[in-house]
């Protein structure tokens, strides 16, 4: 019977000790700077807290951060009373991100930063979210944006190989995962003046030309050129700080609509210097009237369409 008991005793141990043990994880944010577009990176300083009882984890040698480019940690401690580990570290770490710049720059980013242990897989360690307090220092400012939502949450990331261990028969590994997604909204009305006032501009020195008599071609057909590489040149030093997009993005589409309404004054231009020739001066001007201002309302309307899209979206 003692027999029995033992073996019944050493059965459970061995069940309980096949569950993993939980890791209690907090953040807090202190600084997000250095967001590089055309990079595809972001600079974040934060501190992290752990608190587990399995010492053999040691977080401050196998913490892995994913998606960092690069992490170090400039300061750290280690508390063991009760039973329990406990670390405190600060970390400044450069992150490899993806952008949606579909409506720059009236985008919405969303950071993302995970943290898992690098010798430890699911089966032995899981991670649960630390909830109370603050999770980022409301007082910091990000310059050129505000901060939408912070949110923690725990998951599993799966490995589709056996990292090089022969006693797995699968190449399948998952990992605890501790995720951060912080969103962040651009505050873009500066921002967009700057960056396409050019264009503008551009369109409306070609849009003049409908003020030029009809038989003057140099100076008609010569802003109407020197307008359409004016936005082309633009478009040229906004794409330079952006990453490649393969998707059409408001950039392009502003840029492509005041091109081909540039395109439109140049033909209109040609069709009004066509009627002078005939000496047909008083139904050419008549025309250049009625195309200006068609022309000006379509490309306000466009505009203000595509734009106010871009910001709901």
Partial sequence: MPAIISFLFSVKTIAQNTHPDTVKTGIYVTSI????????????????????????????????IPQAKSFSKSFSTIDTTNGKVYILMKLQCVMKDTWK?????????KLRLSIENSQYDSHDLVFAVDTFGNHFDPKFTLRGWSIDSFTMSTGLKAYETTFGDESLTKPHVEYSTFKVRIGIGRDAGELFWKMFLGMYVAFLIAYTCFYIHADNIDSRFGLSVGSLFAAIGNKYIIDSSLPDSTTLTLVDTLHGITLFFIFAVVAASAYALRLGKQNKFEKANRFDFITAQVLLVVYVGLNAYYIMQAKSG
């Fill in 101 to 109: 710049i579909g409506n720059f720059p009236f985008d919405r980013q």
């Fill in 33 to 64: 700077h250095d967001i590089d577009f055309k990079q595809n990176e972001y600079a974040i300083n934060l501190w992290l807290w752990l608190t587990y009882t399995n010492k053999d984890f040691d977080f401050l040698q196998n913490l892995e």
